[in-house]
């Protein structure tokens, strides 16, 4: 790392009238290792994709997302679509920092940012995802999560407010506030397994992982999925039950991880989402980090080319 961009959401967290503290703090931290280092605030949703493209392009070796995994998915796709040999590093300033906890970064800015100094880039495939929006097909890197349908849902319904007094337990909170609906929408989804078989079947919920550490309440979760693999691990929920959902989660968050009926985990580099015959394709959603894209129909797999991630 020779010369580092600090690229931050000064509306990511609840702690947004210390971000520009924050900022300050980590960039005396990586002044300090001898790094050239400047810092520049988002402007609007995505502004993120195109500040890390000047960035490549004013000759910065390292672009650090300070916020939460929607920032750092916007500074990748930065990366990826300049074609740049920068690269990605993380400082969790977010409501949700699942790669930051995945990286084993602490919440303390400055700790966190002499971590980071001494972490070293990876070369990693990024997850792809393709899907419908009002303007038509679009596609996305991402880095930790894809998920469609109730968890998608989820991101949907969360209000910017609650996120912002609440952080990442405003999505427990609407979670709890979902299940007085008592059933999901199902959909149609078909996988390749690990022996490229294709399967099929109908499920209310498709998440496909690559964190191995997760944040909070779901500190005991362990799905054997890891960002180093080219592959996702699958979370299928065949069933729109309310209960089975807080069964399944009941199950991860206490680590004892019973059976659940009707869910299922499986191992794949690729899944699609349809919608059932005579179904609204527009009514099932789908998201990546934690970022709400689209609707069906909804392709994810993983990406050939390459990007680099300081870890």
């Known amino acids: ?50 500040q ?25 796709n930065g990366l990826m679509l300049a074609g740049s040999e920068a690269a990605l590093g993380v400082l ?6 699942l790669l930051a906890t995945d990286l084993l970064l602490p919440q303390k800015v400055e700790v966190a940012a002499r971590m980071l100094l001494g972490y070293r880039p990876r070369t990693l495939q990024p997850g792809l995802i393709r899907y419908h929006d009002k303007d038509g097909p679009q596609q996305r890197y991402f880095l930790i999560a894809a998920g469609v ?8 319904r ?33 996988w390749r397994d690990q022996q490229g078989c294709c399967r099929s079947g109908e499920v209310a919920m498709v998440m496909g992982v690559r964190a191995a550490r997760f944040p909070g309440l779901l500190r005991r979760v362990r799905l054997g999925a890891e960002l180093v693999r080219n592959d996702y691990r699958l979370m299928l929920f065949h069933t729109n039950k ?43 959603h789908s998201e990546v980090d934690g970022e709400l894209l689209g609707t069906l129909p909804v392709e994810v797999s993983i990406e050939p080319r390459t990007f680099k991630l300081l870890m």
Not at 59 to 68: E, M, Q, R, S
Not at 160 to 186: D, S
Not at 242 to 259: D, E, I, P, Q
Request: charged share 20%.
């Open 52 to 76: 890390t493209q000047e960035a490549v392009a004013a000759g910065f070796d390292t672009v650090i997302a300070c916020g939460g995994d929607g920032t750092a998915n916007e500074v990748l």
């Open 242 to 284: 309310v209960r089975h959902f807080l069964n399944y989660f009941a199950s991860v968050c206490s680590g004892f991880n019973w059976k659940v009926p009707q869910v299922d985990l499986a191992g794949s580099a690729w899944f699609r989402c349809t919608p059932l015959d005579g179904q609204n394709p527009a009514s099932i």
């Open 158 to 190: 969360t209000g910017v407010q609650a996120k912002e007094r609440y952080g990442v337990y405003a999505y427990f909170l609407e979670m709890f506030r979902m299940t007085l609906r008592r059933r999901f929408p199902m959909f149609k989804v078909e």
């Open 92 to 97: 969790p300033f977010g409501s949700g920092n």
């Open 1 to 50: 790392m020779k010369k580092a961009l600090l690229i931050y959401n000064p509306s990511s967290g609840r702690q947004r009238e210390q971000r520009v503290h924050q900022v300050s703090q980590a960039l005396a931290v990586v002044r300090s290792a001898g790094v050239e280092a400047e810092s520049r605030a988002t402007t609007a949703k995505c502004s993120a994709v195109s």
């Open 149 to 156: 349908g109730s968890d998608a849902e989820l991101m949907y």
